[in-house]
């Protein structure tokens, strides 16, 4: 005989005169549903089963967030009981539901939280879950209501985001700095303006690229942890050696300042190829003279080198240099145009 797992849950009707399509949500532990869970992935081949394939990587970012936050998913996870669970009434609480439900392998069917809920078994936490549970609906209707999560729900603007860590203060060194510098870079410089902090609104590029091409910077190891980039007042510093880099661009590139709609510099592409290319000067100064931070004056034989080269304009630019793996190939042209200065 299986366990059972008794609980109340709050049942919910969405339209009254559509009681067949009521369901219940209640909190039990994770551990108890991943026991019962049953996952049905969609192959292409057996057109059969309505999930995504599990994105392993997704899992452990999932149960990595378990770990070390102060974690808790206000979402529920959507699941079909299939085996039979026993619905009885509270007296004076006609919302209110005892549920009693048999623990059984492969009766609990995932429809939406698939990862959640790895995530939290790969962690090895067990932690109280809100879930939405229908009891025994068909295949078609399960696959209707992952369809009109997953297809008619918009993702949020990931600019957007990274503008939220502000007010959460709970994301790692890296993160929060890259924001500062990216706000920063908005608000003074040859930048100003030109960032869109929340992914919308003025700006010609998103805060998203300054964001994550900075992160590159401040990882461990790399060029803003070394001595001279972490003294006190080291925002300052940062955001005085990138300022002074743009300006000295800005220098050559007047034109593209005038009118950035003719060009890809300013575009997602050429901010990531151009911050990666100031990683190499900075390394390139750094290796040179230990400790040296380089002032717009160090920056003019360079980004003169480079304006005489390439003229980013988009007609000649865009196409070639889309998506991530364009603006890899960009950053390496332009690391290309200036090496020969570099190995003197």
């Given at each position: 005989m299986s366990d059972i797992l008794q609980t109340l849950a709050l049942k919910v009707t969405p339209k009254k005169d559509q009681p067949d399509n009521s369901f219940y949500v209640l909190a039990m532990p994770a551990s108890i549903l991943a026991s019962m869970k049953l996952i049905p992935v969609r192959y292409p081949t057996l057109r059969k089963g309505i999930q995504r394939l599990t994105d392993e990587k997704r899992v452990k970012e999932i149960a990595n967030y378990i770990i070390h936050k102060e974690a808790s998913f206000p979402n529920t996870i959507i699941v079909s009981f299939t085996g039979d669970v026993n619905v009885s009434e509270v007296d004076g609480?006609?919302?209110?539901?005892?549920?009693?439900?048999?623990?059984?392998?492969?009766?609990?069917?995932?429809?939406?939280?698939?990862?959640?809920?790895?995530?939290?078994?790969?962690?090895?936490?067990?932690?109280?879950?809100?879930?939405?549970?229908?009891?025994?609906?068909?295949?078609?209707?399960?696959?209707?209501?992952?369809?009109?999560?997953?297809?008619?729900?918009?993702?949020?603007n990931k600019s957007l985001m990274y503008d939220l860590f502000h007010i959460a203060k709970d994301a790692d060194y890296p993160l929060m700095r890259a924001i500062d510098i990216a706000e920063r870079l908005n608000e003074e410089g040859p930048l100003q303006g030109l960032i869109k902090l929340t992914g919308v609104g003025p700006g010609i590029v998103t805060q998203t690229i300054f964001v994550e091409t900075l992160q590159q910077f401040l990882k461990p190891e790399?060029?803003?942890?070394?001595?001279?980039?972490?003294?006190?007042?080291?925002?300052?510093?940062?955001?005085?050696?990138?300022?002074?880099y743009y300006e000295s661009l800005h220098g050559h590139y007047r034109n593209i300042w005038e009118d950035p709609s003719l060009y890809i510099l300013l575009k997602t592409q050429g901010i990531y190829a151009s911050l990666m290319l100031l990683h190499d000067l900075l390394v390139y100064f750094d290796n040179k003279t230990k400790g040296y931070i380089p002032t717009a004056r160090d920056f003019e034989p360079f980004t003169s080198l480079l304006a005489q080269k390439v003229t980013f304009r988009r007609e000649e630019y865009g196409d070639a240099y889309l998506g991530a793996g364009g603006q890899r190939r960009l950053q390496q042209l332009l690391k290309e145009t200036i090496f020969p200065m570099l190995l003197e």
């Open positions: 609480l006609p919302d209110l539901f005892r549920l009693e439900i048999p623990i059984i392998p492969e009766t609990a069917v995932i429809i939406d939280g698939q990862h959640r809920l790895l995530g939290i078994e790969y962690s090895g936490i067990d932690m109280n879950i809100l879930v939405t549970a229908f009891l025994k609906i068909p295949e078609e209707k399960q696959a209707a209501i992952f369809r009109d999560i997953n297809f008619y729900q918009r993702k949020v790399r060029i803003f942890t070394r001595p001279q980039y972490e003294e006190v007042g080291s925002l300052e510093i940062q955001l005085r050696v990138i300022n002074s």
